[in-house]
């Protein structure tokens, strides 16, 4: 009854957006609400196995869970194993289509950050909304693939369609060596042209945004040395400034002179002493001193961030050249360990956010914007976008991510997954 109350002009501007899809797309639209419990059954299926990086046979099971998934949808199936890397390993399904059109890669991760100890294990429902371990980041993300994939296979668009799905065993703790770990992924960024990623969709004050940029992640540490003696003779020609002075004068000089937009440098840990050490794994310092004693050793470790790879050597070349530059009595070494590259924003990462965009008019959805990417962590798409345009944050919106009572909008999924499916049905379709 309520239809007929709204004015004529009303029903006029509701229906043309929707005009716009083919019937191919509108059936996978129908497709995806059709099957909206069977891919909640999943997510669920998936939220409830701990794969937690460090469960490494819990990380293999959801490989396990997934094969059938992609098998039934005509995909080869094979998971990577590497054991050098102390990880699972990467679950990787190819799609061969007819050769023509675009070749897309489909990038998520089936760890979490919540490992089996954790007492946030289950997945609860309430109403449109959905709480649990990974649900958001980054099992959302896999279900919202495999219910545009079902759908595109449903419609028809599937069959012509080049697809490689590469979900990563180990995003929240990286296995080392890294470019062993990635080795397999950054090789299936050069065989794509695009690559699409999903994890969560960025929405603020109820806007939804499209991820074409994502910064670097990337540490330093930075030691310095002093010549030790009695503190009454600091500053003095004979004993110097100390370690601890040496230090400081680094790290304020880096504040003062090197803050710029997207680029960040924070300290995240600091010591100094007579003596002063760092762990192996970088992240537990201890010292010892007293107040009349000056400080032979700091030390001080953080990571990096940028945009653009032309922006992170800037910042390590005037970094390295601040603490060249000592005083008294003191040295400094300063070393960096690469470990994200940045996504910047290319011209083809903002192409696909304009098809994405011509989906949503399709859909009757708002445009969105471009997410400013220093509100956005370090992800695996960066490790492709060199080789391919590449779009990130395709997977469902949520929030709470890497804490108790992580949680996803439930709608998000179908809504994301027929973004996702109309994308790729189209690009199927074009040359390379």
Same mark, same amino acid.
């Given at each position: 009854?309520?239809?007929?109350?709204?004015?004529?002009?009303?029903?006029?501007?509701?229906?043309?957006?929707?005009?716009?899809?083919?019937?191919?797309?509108?059936?996978?639209?129908?497709?995806?609400?059709?099957?909206?419990?069977?891919?909640?059954?999943?997510?669920?299926?998936?939220?409830?196995?701990?794969?937690?990086?460090?469960?490494?046979?819990?990380?293999?099971?959801?490989?396990?869970?997934?094969?059938?998934?992609?098998?039934?949808? !005509?995909?080869?199936?094979?998971?990577?194993?590497?054991?050098?890397?102390?990880?699972?390993?990467?679950?990787?399904?190819?799609?061969?289509?007819?050769?023509?059109?675009?070749?897309?890669?489909?990038?998520? =991760?089936?760890?979490?950050?919540?490992?089996?100890?954790?007492?946030?294990?289950?997945?609860?429902?309430?109403?449109?909304?959905?709480?649990?371990?990974?649900?958001?980041?980054?099992?959302?993300?896999?279900? #919202?693939?495999?219910? &545009?994939?079902?759908?595109?296979?449903?419609?028809?668009?599937?069959?012509?369609?080049?697809?490689?799905?590469?979900?990563?065993?180990?995003?929240?703790?990286?296995?080392?060596?890294?470019? #062993?770990?990635?080795?397999?992924?950054?090789?299936?960024?050069?065989?794509?042209?695009?690559?699409?990623?999903?994890?969560?969709? &960025?929405?603020?004050?109820?806007?939804?945004? !499209?991820?074409?940029?994502?910064?670097?992640?990337?540490?330093?540490?930075?030691?310095?040395? !002093?010549?030790?003696? =009695?503190?009454?003779?600091?500053?003095?020609?004979?004993?110097?400034?100390?370690?601890?002075?040496?230090?400081?004068?680094?790290?304020? &000089?880096?504040?003062?002179?090197?803050?710029?937009?997207?680029?960040?440098?924070?300290?995240?840990?600091?010591?100094?002493?007579?003596?002063?050490?760092?762990?192996?794994?970088?992240?537990?310092?201890?010292?010892?001193?007293?107040?009349?004693?000056?400080?032979?050793?700091?030390?001080?470790?953080?990571?990096?961030?940028?945009?653009?790879?032309?922006?992170?050597?800037?910042?390590? $070349?005037?970094?390295?050249?601040?603490?060249?530059?000592?005083?008294?009595?003191?040295?400094?070494?300063?070393?960096?360990?690469?470990?994200?590259?940045?996504?910047?924003?290319?011209?083809?990462?903002? $192409?696909?956010?304009?098809?994405?965009?011509?989906?949503?008019?399709?859909?009757?959805?708002?445009?969105?914007?471009?997410?400013?990417?220093?509100?956005?962590?370090?992800?695996?798409?960066?490790?492709?976008? &060199?080789?391919?345009?590449?779009?990130?944050?395709?997977?469902?919106?949520?929030?709470?991510?890497?804490?108790?009572?992580?949680?996803?909008?439930?709608?998000?999924?179908?809504?994301?997954?027929?973004?996702?499916?109309?994308?790729?049905?189209?690009?199927?379709?074009?040359?390379?």
């Amino acid at each position: 009854m309520l239809r007929t109350l709204l004015p004529a002009f009303a029903l006029l501007a509701a229906t043309p957006a929707a005009a716009q899809l083919s019937k191919q797309e509108a059936a996978i639209t129908a497709a995806i609400d059709k099957e909206n419990d069977r891919t909640l059954t999943l997510l669920e299926r998936m939220v409830n196995q701990n794969s937690g990086t460090l469960n490494l046979a819990g990380v293999r099971t959801m490989g396990e869970m997934l094969r059938p998934e992609f098998e039934a949808l !005509g995909f080869k199936v094979d998971w990577i194993e590497l054991p050098e890397t102390k990880r699972a390993g990467h679950f990787v399904a190819t799609h061969k289509g007819n050769g023509r059109g675009k070749r897309m890669l489909l990038i998520a =991760h089936v760890d979490t950050v919540f490992e089996a100890s954790s007492p946030f294990q289950k997945f609860v429902r309430e109403g449109d909304k959905a709480v649990g371990p990974g649900v958001v980041d980054d099992k959302g993300g896999i279900a #919202v693939i495999v219910a &545009a994939l079902r759908a595109m296979q449903a419609a028809g668009t599937l069959k012509n369609a080049d697809i490689m799905v590469m979900f990563t065993g180990d995003e929240e703790k990286t296995g080392d060596p890294i470019p #062993v770990a990635r080795r397999d992924l950054i090789e299936a960024g050069k065989w794509a042209d695009v690559a699409l990623e999903f994890e969560n969709l &960025a929405k603020e004050d109820g806007k939804e945004f !499209g991820t074409v940029a994502r910064r670097s992640a990337n540490n330093w540490t930075l030691t310095a040395t !002093g010549k030790t003696g =009695h503190g009454g003779s600091v500053f003095t020609p004979s004993l110097g400034y100390g370690a601890i002075y040496e230090i400081t004068r680094i790290l304020n &000089a880096w504040r003062s002179e090197l803050i710029e937009e997207n680029l960040t440098f924070n300290v995240g840990v600091i010591a100094g002493g007579t003596p002063a050490s760092i762990d192996a794994d970088g992240v537990k310092v201890e010292a010892a001193g007293k107040t009349n004693v000056i400080p032979a050793q700091a030390i001080a470790r953080g990571d990096l961030r940028s945009l653009t790879p032309e922006q992170d050597a800037a910042a390590r $070349a005037k970094m390295l050249a601040i603490a060249a530059q000592h005083l008294p009595g003191t040295s400094a070494t300063l070393t960096f360990q690469d470990n994200t590259p940045p996504m910047a924003p290319t011209d083809g990462n903002r $192409a696909l956010l304009t098809r994405i965009n011509a989906i949503n008019r399709d859909l009757g959805l708002p445009e969105m914007a471009e997410f400013p990417p220093a509100k956005r962590g370090a992800a695996d798409s960066s490790f492709v976008a &060199a080789y391919a345009d590449t779009l990130a944050g395709m997977g469902p919106v949520g929030g709470t991510l890497h804490a108790e009572g992580e949680w996803l909008e439930v709608p998000s999924i179908a809504l994301q997954a027929k973004r996702a499916a109309i994308l790729m049905s189209r690009l199927a379709r074009e040359k390379r």
